[in-house]
Antibody, heavy 125, light 108 residues
Framework: QITLKESGPTLVKPTQTLTLTCTFSGFSLSTSGVGVGWIRQPPGKALEWLALIYWNDDKRYSPSLKSRLTITKDTSKNQVVLTMTNMDPVDTATYYC?????????????????WGQGTLVTVSS | DIQMTQSPSSLSASVGDRVTITCRASQSISSYLNWYQQKPGKAPKFLIYAASSLQSGVPSRFSGSGSGTDFTLTISSLQPEDFATYYCQQSYSTPPYTFGQGTKLEIK
């Protein structure tokens, strides 16, 4: 059974850097094809994909946030860390991490499943 | 960037109704389209990948179709537990792997 859980501060001040940790179990980030993504959701709004890290340490970022985001992994600890610099009140959201599942054929189909429970981060002075 | 547009934004329906939600991509994404269900205060739940392939354990009343730019999610006979918000997401080649703005399905 795959589980993920996000942890980090619930309140950050404007201009500060946010560091969130995703701790997972039930899979290894050293297995070919595996990935972990981060997605956020402002209160009452839609989901927004942020970043994705693969088993081979390849990383993908949302172009609109790329300059502010860094995603890293610690395979030995089963953790993925997302940092976001220069936080602003508009970054207030529930932040989710999710396992990247895929079809192990040549199709390339992939999806996010399962997701962590999410952690609400409020940006306010 | 590929934009994903869902319609309608909200929908009222009754138990037993058949409902269809549409998702349109701003450019062709072949069949690289996923659907998720989200209930209030909960994380999204994965339903469908490759536009029409049902995730294991998802009830067969859910179905998906489409390719290219136009996709649909259909619930054949609404059950009380289906009232939620539904999101499409494109997983085609390059990021960002955008989500639609969501469709809130409410009880009439």
């Amino acid at each position: 059974q795959i589980t993920l859980k996000e942890s980090g501060p619930t309140l950050v001040k404007p201009t500060q850097t946010l560091t969130l940790t995703c701790t997972f179990s039930g899979f290894s980030l050293s297995t070919s094809g595996v990935g972990v993504g981060w997605i956020r959701q402002p209160p009452g709004k839609a989901l927004e994909w942020l970043a994705l890290i693969y088993w081979n340490d390849d990383k993908r970022y949302s172009p609109s946030l790329k300059s502010r985001l860094t995603i890293t992994k610690d395979t030995s600890k089963n953790q993925v860390v997302l940092t976001m610099t220069n936080m602003d009140p508009v970054d207030t959201a529930t932040y989710y991490c999710a396992h990247r599942g895929m079809n192990y054929d040549s199709s390339g189909y992939w999806w996010f499943d399962p997701w962590g429970q999410g952690t609400l981060v409020t940006v306010s002075s | 960037d590929i934009q994903m547009t869902q319609s309608p934004s909200s929908l009222s329906a009754s138990v037993g109704d058949r409902v269809t939600i549409t998702c349109r991509a701003s450019q062709s994404i072949s069949s690289y389209l996923n659907w998720y269900q989200q209930k209030p205060g909960k994380a999204p739940k994965f339903l469908i990948y490759a536009a029409s392939s049902l995730q294991s354990g998802v009830p067969s009343r859910f179905s998906g179709s489409g390719s290219g730019t136009d996709f649909t999610l259909t619930i054949s006979s609404l059950q009380p537990e289906d009232f939620a918000t539904y999101y499409c997401q494109q997983s085609y080649s390059t990021p960002p792997y955008t989500f639609g703005q969501g469709t809130k399905l409410e009880i009439k």
